[in-house]
């Protein structure tokens, strides 16, 4: 692209009002914003995929968390892979792909000290904000670093059919558990558990989570619970966790958009006598175990030990649904936007 043809500006999303409980499309506004100029060390991205995820949705509140929440009336943000269309930097060069944070816009000027190259010979580039991403890079740590998986330990997992979810399943299946196990919203999403490698699964809708899960894991119960959801999937993870069970919190999507206070768990006294560990963890806290994964997870891929979904929507202007969507389970493996 030469200097000529460079965009002037770009269309994105911003939040247009902080939504009360579940999002609304009028929460979203499709809007067009002029680029800045590139500085030195600033490159210019055409962004290829963007993804949406659940954290997402508790940035859309005003309140203080662990990441800042999003502006009204300015640009959402979150993980994109895009293609470097002009550069004023060494580290570099125009068609570079790579991975950044400046997600929900066509076009992106961004420092090219926060972008990573994205090894497309590895795999395609929308990998790279799944399974070699930081969506892999959560499953990963959280279950071996967070919940201290060991070979031999049965482990459940919920949302398992989800970007995290699957991921997990499949690599304690390649580290040596005994048992998988993990919950599903849908018959399709509980058969593509099965096909994944999954020595159990079940819908949650099907009945009580907690009955369901003593019948798949059997007597010999459960020893890491990686908690995609909260609520009654936790409350049921402690009532067959065996003693010195581990639990790694990480999301709680039946949760997220509530405006009212959820009672569950309501056994949390069960870690007391059962000598439980739940430990709750971000990814950020996670990087310096990045290397290995990268490594580790680059050879699952190749030799199929480890196969990852995506459910793709096209259109910059459809990331709103595709946000409300993930939200309501519509996703099997990442739920990803084609720019």
Not at 180 to 195: H, M, Q, T, Y
């Amino acid at each position: 692209m030469s200097a000529g043809t460079l965009p002037a500006s770009t269309r994105e999303i911003q939040l247009a009002s902080r939504p009360v409980g579940r999002p609304a499309p009028e929460n979203f506004r499709l809007a067009e914003s002029r680029l800045p100029e590139l500085r030195d060390g600033e490159v210019l991205v055409r962004n290829l995929f963007m993804s949406v995820d659940p954290y997402m949705r508790g940035r859309m509140n005003d309140v203080k968390s662990y990441s800042a929440p999003f502006a009204l009336d300015e640009a959402l943000d979150g993980g994109a892979v895009g293609e470097v269309v002009a550069s004023r930097s060494n580290e570099r060069k125009e068609g570079d792909v790579v991975v950044h944070s400046l997600g929900w816009r066509d076009y992106a000027v961004v420092a090219a000290a926060a972008t990573k190259t994205a090894r497309t010979d590895l795999a395609p580039a929308s990998a790279f904000l799944g399974a070699l991403g930081m969506t892999g890079l959560t499953a990963y740590a959280g279950l071996l670093k967070v919940a201290q998986f060991a070979p031999g330990d049965a482990v459940f997992v919920s949302g398992a059919a989800g970007a995290v979810g699957s991921l997990v399943g499949q690599i304690a299946k390649a580290m040596g558990a005994s048992r998988v196990i993990g919950s599903a919203g849908s018959p399709a999403k509980v058969a593509r558990l099965l096909e994944l490698g999954f020595d159990a699964a079940f819908d949650y809708h099907d009945g009580p989570v907690r009955g369901q899960l003593e019948q798949a894991a059997g007597p010999g119960g459960i020893d890491v619970y990686f908690d995609n959801v909260g609520g009654e999937h936790l409350e049921a993870a402690l009532a067959v966790l065996n003693v010195g069970g581990r639990v790694a919190l990480c999301g709680a999507i039946a949760q997220y958009n509530s405006t009212e206070p959820t009672p569950a768990p309501r056994n949390l006294m069960l870690a007391i006598g059962k000598q439980l560990t739940l430990r709750g963890f971000l990814v950020g806290g996670q990087r310096q175990h990045a290397a290995e994964f990268a490594g580790k997870m680059a050879g699952w891929l190749a030799d199929g030990t480890v196969r990852y979904d995506e459910t793709i929507v096209d259109g910059l202007e459809n990331a709103p649904q595709a946000f409300m969507d993930l939200l309501d389970g519509a996703n099997t493996g990442k739920m990803l936007v084609r720019l």
